[in-house]
């Protein structure tokens, strides 16, 4: 018993001796070795601390000993101490009470919580809080006023700011730039005016102001803009100016600062002697005879825009002018291009060096001819003569004034006593010069090549023949040529052994700018002949298809007309492209028909309705065939007629134009005196939301490929690119002055932009939304088309009295086609020619689509305005503001059907294909006249509001959108059982 007890002994001894060594290891997952957290520390705000924010965080700092341990926190939180328990569970060592008084005392302290329950407490804190804090003013009142122009490039801008709290700092971010929204420029200015560092000429700023008190309470001003003014163009001189010395001439300018009142509304004039107006504080003008190199002073301007003087001396064909407008310590210069000064006394000797005596130069050909003398810096005018019978009698040729030479073509008759005579005046006194005798000789007759002409087609590689008609009879030698980039380069081919035919084997690459020449050689003479441009195409397998148009999930309408577009099916062209439709998802096809234009087919969309439509297109070259299809999509039944007004709604000022998105089912709606843009859901009639667009929105145009909706801004000379799908701002793209018009190209995807004042077209990438280039055309372009057939647009320039025609892949102007007076607007018809409505004397002309000629004029009513092509009837529509009614055009043969009577002054058309309806915006009748297609009949007048401006029709929803300018207001008109 005594040995059991004693070993029990021995084993509890040793134990307790085991357990005592190995708490010297401190075990972190041993809970009887848990150490305490440390005191929480104190972080923010100081204790005491007064006029603290009631919107305060509370921050504070604590650690742990036992590395592994995670700590949680309990707020102790009150008016009065101690402290009551305020929050526990707290994860992080900050903490935002909510709800605390103004003006009051608050006693806090925080408890650290181990994971074991060890706890460890901070002091009682305390603060105090401040009254309530209020934001800032709202940025206003600028200077300028948002929508000023003529505006310094050196400019303090100022606005209205401040704080409610008497004692708050109010600091200042300046927004400023180009693009809106506007990029940060300053952060943390104190003062409510900033003078801005040098802007850029002629250009529209966005600025905007971020107010933000000490306690970081921020708010935000409006986006405001304002243009600057535009640089000084010397336009008189310019680089045909020719100005003897001592005449009495005026040199002429545009731009230049504007005189503003204080807030920044410009009126153009200039700062005249000594009166103490805003604008210039003095014009100069200087002058240099040596391209720019020195300049003299020469007097002051007292005139806006023009001084009058005396042309000093020396002579000079390195004449400039500079204009110089001295402005508030800053200096504005606008240079004249170089110009001619020319002298008063008489020309100097004449000697014709060309032709000599050894000259015989053929009739119908070109030469130059040249002389020396007739003074050295030109001359009032120099007329040339030549003479047949060795200078008995003399017939004019022409005049220059540019001395040294002179381009011409010889005319009949042949003689061995030719002679030309160089004569020079300046003032009263002439010099006069005689060529020797030389001969002029029967020239080489002309050659017209037949074959291939602009229709010709040939394959890579087949075998043809060139044919040609005329040239000389009997020819030393006939050589052919030809180039693959529109004459651009010459490849020889070979020698023709036949009279008017040669046989070759048609050399790649393909190509659509073919071109071949034929050139006969005489005893050294030679002349050629040129052919229209052809095709060659190649003999492999057509390059891939990607159908384009119809996207997959479209919706179409029975009856409706569509372009089915693609890209690939060859380079150069194909044999045939054929084009088919199935309504089961592609297990059946239907032939739709066949075309040789690769990339486009106009269809009209067939019954029956289907939710598995989809398109083919099969391009065949040879034995070859290469095979597109688009996504499915889906064909709709035609709704009813839309002649109900379903609803108005309120939209932004000024309602100036409307566009259907059909990609997305919305309405955007342009509101011209709010910069704004209102989208509208075409399902609901809801309004989704409103765009800030550029200034002074004017005309709409939708990408059909990617779903963009573009915005031209007249007065702000831009472009707001907007996706159609999320309604966001995408890029804002600096065009000409006043945008007018637009036209997408879904060849090419490019929007064209037709800019009113500029006289340019802009033409922008529909991918990347950068400008590729500016197309000069003629003054006032107004209206612009697209014409899918050719891939050429066509822009009306209203105050010129034509027709700009652009090629589509070029971008180069094909031509320009004389029209009547006032072209106004644009449409084409279902013979791919273009119809243009000239205003002045109320007339419509027809301009062929494949070659530009004027096919003919038309008489329709007084003031026309607006035009619309009826696919179904093929009909043309004319709406005639002057005398009340709407001209209707058979397309056929391009006749006039009848007149039909509508409302007050129609300005705009819309026809709607699915039930074959015409409507006539009538802008002082706030009436709508609704006409049936097939009999020209009026079946009802719809009343909308006050002067309806645009029209858009829905075809997924059976609607017409009318824009009601003075009303404010957007009027849905549909069939009279949709639902409101």
Not at 599 to 621: H, L
Not at 831 to 859: C, H, M, P, W
């Amino acid at each position: 018993m005594v040995k059991k007890y004693f070993w029990f002994l021995k084993f509890s001894l040793l134990l307790a001796f085991s357990l005592l060594v190995c708490r010297k290891w401190t075990n972190p997952y041993d809970p009887a070795a848990n150490r305490p957290p440390s005191p929480p520390q104190l972080l923010f705000p100081d204790s005491a601390a007064r006029d603290i924010d009631t919107n305060v965080v509370l921050r504070w700092t604590c650690t742990d000993p036992d590395s592994l341990d995670t700590l949680k926190y309990l707020l102790y939180l009150g008016i009065s101490p101690p402290p009551p328990l305020f929050d526990s569970g707290i994860s992080d060592t900050f903490y935002h009470p909510l709800n605390l008084n103004v003006l009051a005392t608050y006693y806090w302290r925080v408890v650290a919580r181990d994971r074991f329950g060890e706890t460890a407490s901070s002091p009682v804190w305390r603060f105090s809080t401040a009254k309530a804090n209020n934001f800032p003013f709202i940025p206003s009142s600028p200077t300028p006023d948002s929508g000023a122009i003529g505006q310094f490039v050196r400019l303090t801008l100022s606005w209205s700011g401040g704080d409610p709290d008497p004692g708050d700092t109010v600091f200042y971010d300046i927004y400023l730039g180009t693009t809106t929204p506007p990029p940060l420029l300053v952060q943390n200015h104190n003062q409510t005016s900033y003078t801005t560092p040098r802007l850029k000429y002629d250009s529209t700023y966005y600025w905007r102001i971020v107010a933000r008190d000490q306690r970081g309470a921020t708010v935000s001003g409006p986006i405001w803009q304002f243009r600057t003014f535009p640089p000084i163009v010397v336009i008189q001189p310019n680089d045909t100016t020719r100005w003897r010395v001592t005449s009495q001439q005026t040199i002429r300018w545009t731009g230049g600062p504007t005189v503003l009142d204080s807030k920044g509304s410009g009126k153009t004039a200039h700062r005249l002697n000594n009166l103490n107006i805003s604008g210039a504080d003095s014009t100069i003008i200087y002058y240099s005879t040596n391209g720019g190199t020195t300049w003299l002073r020469h007097g002051r301007a007292t005139q806006a825009g023009s001084y009058t003087w005396t042309v000093p001396s020396p002579p000079s064909t390195n004449a400039r002018v500079q204009v110089r407008m001295f402005i508030s310590g800053d200096t504005s210069l606008g240079n004249s291009p170089r110009y001619e000064v020319y002298d008063r006394n008489k020309p100097s000797p004449i000697t014709v060096t060309s032709p000599d005596s050894t000259a015989e130069w053929r009739i119908g050909n070109s030469y130059d001819i040249i002389w020396t003398g007739g003074t050295l810096l030109g001359m009032d005018s120099t007329v040339l003569s030549y003479s047949t019978n060795n200078g008995t009698t003399w017939q004019r040729i022409g005049a220059t004034t540019r001395p040294g030479s002179y381009r011409w073509t010889v005319p009949q008759p042949a003689t061995q006593q030719a002679k030309i005579r160089v004569r020079a005046f300046c003032l009263d006194s002439s010099t006069t010069g005689y060529s020797a005798t030389f001969k002029i000789v029967e020239g080489l007759p002309p050659i017209t090549i037949t074959q291939p002409n602009s229709a010709t087609r040939w394959r890579e590689g087949s075998t043809q023949s060139i044919l040609w008609t005329g040239g000389p009879s009997t020819p030393d030698s006939v050589v052919v040529f030809y180039s693959t980039n529109d004459g651009g380069t010459w490849t020889r081919h070979g020698r023709a052994t036949t009279p008017g035919s040669y046989t070759w084997n048609v050399p790649g690459p393909a190509t659509d700018l073919a071109r071949v020449a034929v050139r006969a050689h005489v005893a050294g003479e030679s002349t050629v002949a040129i052919s229209a441009r052809y095709v060659i195409y190649d003999s492999l397998p057509p390059s891939p298809i990607t159908v384009t148009s119809p996207a997959a999930g479209a919706r179409w309408i029975v009856g409706t007309t569509h372009e089915i577009t693609w890209t690939g099916g060859t380079f150069a062209g194909m044999e045939s492209t054929v084009i088919y439709y199935s309504t089961d998802g592609g297990t059946s096809w239907n032939r739709q028909g066949v075309t040789t234009q690769a990339g486009s087919y106009t269809w009209t969309v067939p019954s029956p309705p289907t939710a598995n439509a989809q398109i083919a297109v099969r391009a065949w070259c040879g034995n070859h065939m290469t095979e597109g299809r688009s996504g499915i999509f889906t064909v709709t039944g035609a709704g009813g007629t839309p002649d109900t007004v379903l609803t108005t709604i309120t939209v932004g000022a000024k309602p100036r134009a409307l566009l259907w998105d059909s990609l997305h089912n919305k309405v955007f709606v342009a509101n011209y005196n709010d910069s704004s843009v209102t989208v509208i859901d075409g399902s609901t009639n809801q309004i989704q939301t409103t765009i800030r667009v550029g200034g002074f929105p004017y005309t709409l145009c939708l990408n059909t490929l990617n779903g963009r909706v573009y915005v031209a801004n007249q007065i702000s000379g831009t472009v707001t690119v907007i996706d159609g799908a999320s309604n966001q701002v995408q890029t804002t793209v600096s065009v000409g002055s006043y945008p007018q018009a637009m036209c997408f190209n879904p060849h090419d995807n490019r929007l064209y932009v037709s800019n009113y004042r500029s006289a340019t077209v802009t033409v922008i990438d529909g991918n990347t939304s950068e400008v590729i280039t500016t197309v000069p055309v003629d003054s006032n372009p107004i209206a612009l088309v697209y014409n899918p057939a050719y891939n050429k647009i066509y822009c009306a320039n209203f105050a010129r009295n034509n027709v700009t025609v652009i090629d589509g892949t070029t971008n180069s102007v094909l031509g320009t086609v004389p029209v009547d007076y006032q072209p106004c607007a644009l449409v084409v018809d279902s013979r791919n020619n273009v119809a243009v409505a000239n205003r002045y004397f109320g007339k419509v002309t027809i301009i062929n689509g494949e070659n530009q000629s004027v096919i003919t004029t038309l008489d329709v009513g007084s003031e026309p305005y607006a035009l619309a092509f009826n696919a179904t009837d093929n009909r043309l529509y004319c709406a005639n503001s002057g005398s009340n009614n709407v001209s209707v055009i058979n397309v056929s043969n391009y006749s006039l059907m009848t007149d039909i009577s509508v409302g007050i002054h129609p300005r705009t058309l819309g026809w709607a294909g699915w039930v074959d309806k015409l409507f006539a915006v009538n802008y002082d009748g706030a009436s709508v006249s609704l006409i049936d297609g097939a009999t020209n009949a009026v079946q009802k007048t719809i009343t909308v509001g006050s002067n309806p401006i645009a029209i858009c029709i829905n075809s997924w929803d059976s609607k017409v959108y009318i824009a009601n300018y003075n009303s404010n207001t957007v009027t849905i008109i549909g069939p009279r059982s949709s639902s409101h």
